[in-house]
């Protein structure tokens, strides 16, 4: 079990930015991928950006350039920094932890946090 606790979401004026944080109840060591997933109103929950284990990131194309994904390891915390903020960002930001064996997955999700950009 892991439960994710995202924080950081907030009002921000386009072209500003905002830092979310994820912290997660384990060590991020053992978790396969950690990502954070968006959803807008009346629009499908999509992938923003994940990391995993290893280190590797992959990023919506949306984003890409303008939001970093990151992670402090002696937090079993993942961040994400998003610049140059545009009101089509706004949306609920949802942390998740992904864990993966043989045969076997499991998916954690926070609450989400809130975005607003404003034009």
């Known amino acids: 079990q892991v439960q994710v606790v995202e924080s950081g979401g907030g009002l921000v004026q386009a072209g500003g930015s905002l830092r979310l944080s994820c912290a997660a109840s384990?060590?991020?060591?053992?978790?396969?991928?950690m990502g954070w997933y968006r959803q807008a109103p009346g629009k499908q929950r999509e992938l923003v950006a994940d990391?995993?284990?290893?280190?590797?990131?992959t990023y919506a194309d949306a984003v890409k350039g303008r939001f970093t994904i990151s992670r402090d390891h002696a937090k079993n915390t993942v961040y994400l920094q998003m610049n140059s903020l545009k009101p089509e960002d706004t949306a609920v930001y949802y942390c998740?932890?992904?864990?993966?064996?043989?045969?076997?997955?499991?998916?954690?999700w926070g609450q989400g946090t809130q975005v607003t950009v404003s034009a």
């Open positions: 998740n932890a992904a864990e993966y064996g043989i045969a076997w997955n499991r998916d954690y």
């Open positions: 990391i995993v284990r290893d280190g590797t990131t």
């Open positions: 384990k060590s991020i060591f053992s978790i396969n991928v």
